[in-house]
């Protein structure tokens, strides 16, 4: 009798474990929708998409940090960062005040919507802004070859990098899964 007892608070105490896990799961993930919402409202940008980067860059961690100077939720350069504050005019501005994660969101979606506008005469922007994203300009313009300039397919057989394939792979996988944390806005 003794024992059945101890198998049955065991069980309570597991789904009550199982339980916490979940839920501490689902509030990092969605602890910054509200704010990627609004920067994905502002600039323009599906914020199914941004939650995807963010995802892709930090894992929403907000104060990770890249080995070659990124910072934050979605892992903006220095370049990036000031090119955000000049277009917003933010004065006294520095790299560092993307340590916050507002900010953080504010210049990523902006810097993330310049690159699809920069693509916006493609079948499909998204691979190429995020190939920029991620590799940068100077690669992109090596993977512009012939038809690859327009049709996305092609563009993505001229990469060579294959991590920069498999970042837009998951990021595009991601986007579609996030798309019901976004229900009313349609892009």
Known sequence: MHRRWYYIIAAI?????????????????????RQIKEAAVRYDV?????????WQES???AEARGGAGEIGL???R???????AAAEKIPNFTHEHITDPGSNLLAGT??????LKRYRDT?????FALADYNAGR??????????????????LKNMDYPGTKKYIDLIVGQRQKFRRDFPRVVY
């Open 138 to 155: 100077t690669k992109v313009l090596d993977w512009l070859k012939g038809p690859g300039k327009t049709n996305s397919q092609v563009f």
């Open 110 to 115: 902006w810097y993330l919507g310049k690159m």
């Open 123 to 127: 079948d499909d922007p998204v691979p």
């Open 78 to 84: 220095d370049l990036a960062s000031q090119e955000w």
């Open 46 to 54: 599906d914020p199914a998409l941004v939650k995807a980067v963010v």
């Open 74 to 76: 979605m892992q903006i």
């Open 13 to 33: 105490l597991l789904a009550d474990v199982i339980g916490l896990a979940v839920w501490l799961n689902w509030r990092r993930d969605h602890r910054y929708d």
């Open 59 to 61: 894992r929403f961690q």
